[in-house]
């Protein structure tokens, strides 16, 4: 989702006519602002076309990663765009659509997805020039969100073959493991999530809530966003 914004201008009031003898020799204070334009412009395309695919922003780059082709074939290509131009990024070990990016610390990180019609659960961070496999997720999925908050990675929504896939998941860097956290009220798939930071935070509760907007294969894809707590550690709270 692309949030616009833009400020009106402040129009001044109409003047009297002594002010309006005193502006001949000095401009008013209050004049009109101009309402700014949204600084949008095309860039350069990808070099191939492809949907279906994750995307994060790392070191000042923005990584398109996987997706599949107009034929259907899961790609392991990744694309990296510097502000001017595209190149080739390192190629995943395998191709992925619908798979989930997030960066953390600076690192792109990338969960799950399809390969050619098989669900995976396959986790993997960039380092340099290579990927560098990581502990798998403990559910295999798909058109899942990944959201990086309060230094973990969280996992929500997606589906496999079979089904929608209820339970979230979050992943420790520091001790390289994932755990399971409350299952969707409603399981859903192509969910896009977002961090917010709600000031000031309860003493006991994170500042970070993740939400997951409705997505398809709900039976109605009018659920309401659903919100994820997780109680802070010792850390956080200082």
Same mark, same amino acid.
């Given at each position: 989702?692309?949030?616009?914004? $833009?400020?009106?201008?402040?129009?001044?009031?109409?003047?009297?006519?002594?002010?309006?003898?005193?502006?001949?020799?000095? %401009?008013?204070?209050?004049?009109?602002?101009?309402?700014?334009?949204?600084?949008?412009?095309?860039?350069?395309?990808?070099?191939?076309? /492809?949907?279906?695919?994750?995307?994060?922003?790392?070191?000042?780059? /923005?990584?398109?990663?996987?997706?599949?082709?107009?034929?259907?074939? $899961?790609?392991?290509?990744?694309?990296?765009?510097?502000?001017?131009?595209? $190149? %080739?990024?390192?190629?995943?070990?395998?191709? /992925?659509?619908?798979? $989930?990016? *997030? +960066?953390?610390?600076?690192?792109?990180?990338?969960?799950?997805? =399809? +390969?050619?019609?098989?669900?995976?659960?396959?986790?993997?961070?960039?380092?340099?020039?290579?990927?560098?496999?990581?502990?798998?997720?403990?559910?295999?999925?798909?058109?899942?969100?990944?959201?990086?908050?309060?230094? =973990?990675?969280?996992?929500?929504?997606?589906?496999? *073959?079979?089904?929608?896939?209820?339970?979230?998941?979050?992943?420790?860097?520091?001790?390289?493991?994932? *755990?399971?956290?409350?299952?969707?009220?409603?399981?859903?798939? =192509?969910?896009?999530?977002? +961090?917010?930071?709600?000031?000031?935070?309860?003493?006991?509760?994170?500042?970070?809530?993740?939400?997951?907007?409705?997505?398809?294969?709900?039976? +109605?894809?009018?659920?309401?966003?659903?919100? /994820?707590?997780?109680?802070?550690?010792?850390?956080?709270?200082?």
């Amino acid at each position: 989702m692309v949030l616009l914004a $833009s400020r009106a201008g402040q129009r001044a009031a109409p003047a009297t006519s002594a002010a309006v003898t005193s502006a001949t020799s000095a %401009a008013s204070p209050i004049a009109a602002s101009p309402t700014p334009s949204p600084t949008q412009r095309m860039e350069t395309p990808l070099p191939a076309a /492809l949907e279906e695919s994750a995307a994060a922003a790392a070191g000042g780059k /923005l990584y398109v990663i996987g997706g599949f082709d107009a034929a259907g074939n $899961s790609l392991s290509t990744v694309w990296v765009f510097d502000g001017s131009a595209w $190149s %080739a990024g390192p190629r995943l070990p395998l191709g /992925l659509d619908h798979v $989930s990016a *997030a +960066t953390l610390d600076d690192q792109v990180y990338v969960a799950g997805g =399809h +390969t050619f019609g098989r669900d995976s659960a396959r986790f993997f961070r960039l380092d340099g020039g290579s990927w560098t496999e990581l502990a798998p997720m403990r559910h295999a999925r798909g058109g899942h969100a990944l959201i990086a908050a309060s230094n =973990h990675l969280f996992v929500i929504g997606g589906n496999t *073959a079979a089904a929608n896939v209820g339970p979230a998941e979050v992943y420790d860097p520091q001790t390289r493991a994932w *755990a399971d956290l409350p299952a969707l009220p409603a399981p859903r798939n =192509h969910v896009a999530g977002f +961090t917010s930071v709600v000031p000031p935070p309860p003493p006991e509760s994170i500042a970070t809530t993740l939400s997951a907007r409705p997505g398809f294969g709900c039976q +109605t894809c009018r659920n309401p966003p659903v919100v /994820l707590d997780r109680p802070r550690s010792r850390t956080e709270r200082r």
